[in-house]
């Protein structure tokens, strides 16, 4: 291989850090074995002061062959194999209603919890024994074609319970597929050339998988009229799954027609009534999974060969360091070390552009996670799709980043770039770590045990022959960890623990604030909408731009709610009024009217609010990404930027964080009109449709129905990215004027010094190991109880059954049964008990003991300072 040797290695020129202009020369010389007699520095550019040394991850950093044939049959292998397995055995193209039906007896699903144990134990094994050896390659095949096979069986077993878990394990087996050609047969293959190989074959299976289903579904002899989705495809689906009904419900077996159709009478029990509808949900869930998978492997097909293609735009291979000349006059070297400078300016340029486009995709998916939270109001089933999709992508994107680009490449990066150096200082903040913190959840004590017992198995397979074996065994076996877990202990021990408790108590108490407030709109919009229905439609007009107002003010109501519910009342009394159509039109433009109203008064709570020095201090005026967006925002007309911004961030707070800003209110809103086409009018459809009586069109509908709510998410996410990217655009090229000081913010740097004495005691009396014990306790069990709550109501999102919070619409009535989508008469039963009774509080007593800390703490460090 004739790739670069890596600084600070055996064959390296020196330690990291920055290189003289001339001593790169002469190291380069030495290199390649050259004699230079004199090194002239003058003839080295002024860009070579250093030469950072980017490239791939080092595990590929031989990686310098261009595809072969093998190299695509082992990529269309790796992808297409688990694209046969969804449809083969998850679809009705193959036999996934047989082995739906086959795992349907109640015993089956005992029996794959044995399975996931198994597949746990067998997981946690590979990891302690260290049993994926490189070099013992049959060995690792066995133990991950045993992993993957216990895997499999245990999704397929846990099938009614979590229909979409053989679905989800499928499409993700293509990734670790992918992984292991990676490792093996494409181990040598250049990173672009491996990307384009997916993209190409992803692509490839995506079109064929469309071909089959579209074929199927129109030629298939499922039904008379093929497999469409229909009513009367959804009738055969019901009379397939009848062993489904009869076991889903572990007190007796189900009829779909007397216990779970519209005309079924409900038991008078309530709690009966509530497990028998969430019966008849699993059962109905499975076979929409059976009929809907192939179109998820289309879609993962489809991201996958997008998400490939754009990384072929990152070329991260650097080029050799020297000819294979044997000598070269100074002049040539020179050139030669002007070509290598240019070289490392591109490779600088690509890992910054990399780390833009992957904090660009990560911003775009947790604002998909808040969407998810809100339209729930329109589409339960959705909602659930839409978190789970965008927060195992979210996951999915940050270890794929510390995968793919050395830390000390993005280190390097950040000496080059103020986006990145920003980036790194944000990424190292508490604010951060208790973001990680919440997200890793259970898995960091998990894995700290685990490379203990990985540890003393190392210890046991030491040889012991001589004594410097003995010696080194020796000294290992007084290890607690292995290198890993030491090197993460030591990244933790230095971690501001109180502060990290602090906000993770923070994020948690906002989340549940968040989940709250959504769940009390949908109940209040459904009480709206039923007290309305005998009110004469002007007045109803008049009422609901009132009340979209209020509700607007309010922060935790979010706009996809108010444009929902005006579409549910607007559309439903236009029907028998001035006709459904022009009712949908005239609530859109009620709803763009209250939005601009709305916009001006949370403008004015922000004008109001930013007089206070605290206030302008807690947004961070004086901070570089809020002066960006302040740029940004200023900017007159529709530029991107701006309008991505006023669209795609969160209604209250970006309207607020303009008052406080003093921006120009006509052109704030004339960069939020567009909100009209990429939300209201799409949101608005949704809640009118949700009333139309649509008769022998109620399938072409539905689908209407949930595409433009799929469509009205989807735009909110990449209009986020959008102004993810305009942002750091900003900083990147305007960095120096961002970060001069101002007239204007000169009380808040004053705010700050006074305040920084009594920050540095908080600091210095909440440091781990000298707070009291009582102290650490209680900041230890409210943030435990926070991350076990947080948990508890993320999972109520992802999985199909409840288990938090009652499924509850804006269209449903509060006084409908529970199989009706009602609450029985009763706001409180929206709260599932015990699970939702339980974990509410929970979050409430880890609330008060938070609160109970930092009162403590603040007294404490007043008396300090005073003293």
Not at 8 to 24: E, I, K, L, M, Y
Not at 216 to 224: H, I, K, Q
Not at 759 to 779: C, F, Q, Y
Not at 846 to 854: D, F, K, P, Y
Request: proline share 4%; charged share 15%.
């Amino acid at each position: 291989s004739r790739s670069r040797p890596r600084r600070g290695s055996a064959h390296g020129a020196g330690a990291w850090g920055p290189v003289p202009r001339a001593r790169a020369v002469h190291m380069m010389g030495a290199r390649c074995g050259k004699k230079v007699a004199q090194v002239v520095p003058a003839k080295v550019p002024e860009d070579a002061s250093e030469l950072p040394d980017f490239g791939l991850t080092q595990s590929y950093a031989d990686a310098t062959e261009d595809p072969r044939l093998r190299d695509g049959v082992a990529v269309f292998l790796a992808c297409g194999a688990p694209c046969a397995l969804l449809l083969l055995g998850c679809s009705l193209l193959g036999y996934g209603m047989e082995v739906y039906t086959a795992v349907a007896p109640r015993n089956m699903d005992k029996v794959g919890s044995i399975f996931v144990f198994a597949t746990a134990v067998c997981m946690c094994g590979i990891f302690v024994f260290d049993i994926p050896d490189p070099d013992r390659w049959l060995r690792r095949v066995l133990v991950e074609f045993v992993s993957i096979c216990l895997g499999i069986a245990a999704a397929v077993l846990k099938g009614i319970r979590y229909p979409w878990a053989a679905v989800l394990f499928a499409v993700f087996l293509m990734p670790l597929f992918l992984v292991e050609v990676r490792r093996s047969v494409c181990r040598r293959v250049k990173r672009k050339g491996f990307y384009w190989l997916i993209c190409v074959n992803a692509l490839v299976l995506s079109a064929c998988q469309i071909a089959l289903w579209v074929s199927w579904m129109f030629l298939s002899s499922y039904t008379p009229n093929g497999a469409m989705w229909t009513e009367q495809t959804k009738a055969q689906l019901r009379r397939d799954s009848r062993q489904i009904y009869a076991n889903v419900y572990e007190e007796r077996a189900l009829n779909w027609a007397s216990d779970c159709s519209p005309e079924a009478v409900a038991p008078t029990d309530p709690v009966v009534a509530g497990l028998i509808e969430t019966a008849c949900a699993s059962a109905e869930t499975v076979w929409f999974v059976v009929w809907m998978s192939p179109l998820i492997g289309i879609l993962f097909t489809f991201f996958l060969s997008i998400f490939c293609f754009l990384q072929t735009w990152f070329d991260l291979t650097a080029l050799p360091d020297c000819t294979e000349q044997e000598s070269v006059t100074e002049d040539q070297l020179a050139r030669e070390t002007s070509a290598q400078v240019r070289e490392q300016d591109r490779l600088t340029k690509a890992a910054v552009d990399m780390v833009k486009y992957y904090v660009i995709l990560v911003v775009t998916m947790m604002m998909g996670v808040y969407i998810a939270i809100y339209i729930g109001g329109a589409s339960v089933h959705l909602a659930s799709a839409f978190m789970a999709f965008f927060a195992g992508a979210m996951m999915a994107i940050v270890v794929y980043l510390i995968h793919e680009v050395k830390q000390v490449s993005l280190e390097r990066a950040a000496e080059y770039s103020a986006f990145v150096k920003n980036l790194k200082k944000a990424y190292t903040s508490d604010w951060m770590r208790a973001i990680g913190i919440g997200s890793m959840n259970v898995l960091i004590p998990i894995f700290l045990g685990l490379d203990t017992l990985r540890q003393r198995a190392r210890v046991l397979r030491m040889p012991q022959k001589t004594p410097q074996e003995k010696e080194d065994k020796e000294a290992e076996r007084k290890k607690w960890f292995t290198s890993t877990g030491e090197r993460l202990c030591r990244e933790l021990s230095a971690w501001s623990w109180c502060s990290i408790l602090t906000k993770v108590n923070i994020l948690g108490e906002l989340f549940l604030i968040l989940t709250l407030g959504g769940k009390l709109t949908f109940i209040l919009f459904s009480w709206l909408n039923t007290a309305l229905e005998p009110v004469d439609f002007g007045i109803v007009l008049v009422l609901v731009f009132v009340v979209g107002i209020v509700m607007f003010m309010l922060p935790p109501v979010p706009g996809s709610a108010v444009y929902v519910f005006y579409g549910i009342v607007i559309g439903k009394q236009a029907q028998s009024t001035i006709g459904f159509w022009p009712g949908v039109a005239l609530a859109c433009v009620i709803g763009l009217a209250a939005k601009l109203v709305a916009c001006v008064g949370q403008y004015a709570i922000g004008a109001l609010a930013g007089k206070n020095v605290q206030v302008q201090k807690t947004i961070g005026v004086d901070t570089v990404p809020t002066r960006a967006i302040e740029k940004i925002l200023s900017e007159r007309g529709w530029k991107l930027g701006k309008v991505a911004i006023l669209v795609g961030g969160p209604d209250w707070p970006t309207s607020v964080t303009c008052g406080v800003l003093r921006l120009n209110i006509p052109q704030m809103l004339l960069g939020t009109l567009p909100v009209f086409l990429s939300s209201i009018i799409p949101q608005t459809l949704v809640g009118a449709l949700l009333t139309m009586e649509t008769g022998s069109d109620a399938n072409f509908w539905n689908m209407v129905k949930t595409g433009a709510t799929a469509v009205a998410g989807l735009g909110q996410a990449v209009a986020s990215g959008v102004a993810a990217y305009a942002i750091t655009q900003t900083i990147e090229l305007d960095h120096e004027e961002l970060s001069r000081p101002r007239a204007e913010h000169e009380a808040v740097a004053l705010l700050t010094e006074r305040q920084k004495a009594y920050n540095d005691k908080v600091a210095e009396i909440t440091k781990w190991s000298v707070m009291p014990s009582h102290w650490r306790a209680l900041i230890l069990l409210s943030a435990a109880m926070q991350l076990m709550g947080g948990f508890v109501i993320a999972a109520d999102f992802v999985l199909f059954e409840p288990i938090c919070f009652r499924k509850f619409q804006i269209t449903s009535r509060i006084d409908d049964a529970f199989l009706d989508g009602g609450l029985n008469g009763n706001v409180l039963n929206i709260v599932l008990p015990p699970v939702g009774v339980i974990t509410l509080v929970v979050m409430c007593i880890a609330t008060a003991l938070h609160l109970a800390h930092g009162k403590i703490v603040g007294r404490t460090a007043m008396q300090r300072l005073k003293s």
